[in-house]
């Protein structure tokens, strides 16, 4: 399981920031920055699919919502991450909802101008591949620690990457709030699991409840147990 958790830090790290004013020059239509608090959302699950969004700063959540109302969350994105890219592909509508997790700054990229960047500039596409290929790893990543691992390993690395474990940013010194339900959906198990595991992990010493939640590095040793 450690290795999954390596993998990912180097497929992020192989993903460099785009540079705000390198973006601007890139895509020549792009005018939009977006400023979100906490819990706004970005767009919403049906909204027309019309534009590629790129984190600046801040962490989003993508979830999507059954017609029972009951919602799963898809991703937990940082910066240097794009979303909202199934549009390229003919993705006509939002298949989820985009909501900030903490204060957040987006670049907002109306789909044919992304679609001409990709074709016609260098930058930009190079960025935007890195950040597919990481992101797919990260898929199949997620699809093993769900098929193959334990509750308590699975939001062992759940806490590690939100913590920006496999980022180029520094660590946060706190996560945004984020509640035990959320964490639950996260890794596929229940509160009273989260709740339990939350509190050996404190005991242990690997989280501390200290201005938010902050995350120890040596919470990686969840993972590394047989």
Do not use: W
């Amino acid at each position: 399981m450690a290795a999954i958790v390596r993998s990912s830090k180097m497929s992020s790290d192989s993903r460099q920031m785009v540079d705000p004013q390198a973006l601007r020059k890139t895509t020549r239509t792009l005018k939009m920055v977006l400023h979100l608090e906490r819990s706004q959302q970005a767009y919403t699950q049906g909204d027309p699919a019309t534009t590629v969004l790129y984190i600046h700063k801040g962490k989003v959540k993508l979830s999507a919502v059954n017609e029972a109302g009951k919602e799963a969350i898809i991703a937990i994105l940082g910066p240097g991450d794009f979303f909202g890219e199934a549009c390229l592909a003919g993705q006509e509508v939002r298949l989820g909802t985009a909501t900030a997790l903490m204060p957040t700054t987006l670049f907002v990229i109306p789909k044919n101008e992304m679609a001409r960047a990709i074709y016609t500039e260098h930058v930009l596409p190079d960025r935007f591949m890195s950040y597919l290929l990481s992101r797919k790893l990260r898929t199949e990543e997620d699809l093993v620690d769900q098929m193959l691992n334990s509750c308590e390993k699975r939001l062992a690395r759940a806490l590690l990457l939100l913590r920006g474990y496999d980022a180029e940013e520094a660590p946060q010194k706190a996560l945004p709030k984020i509640s035990q339900e959320m964490l639950a959906e996260l890794v596929g198990t229940t509160r009273p699991r989260v709740n339990f595991f939350m509190n050996k992990f404190r005991k242990l010493g690997f989280i501390e409840y200290a201005d938010g939640l902050q995350i120890k590095p040596s919470l990686v040793n969840v993972l590394q147990e047989e």
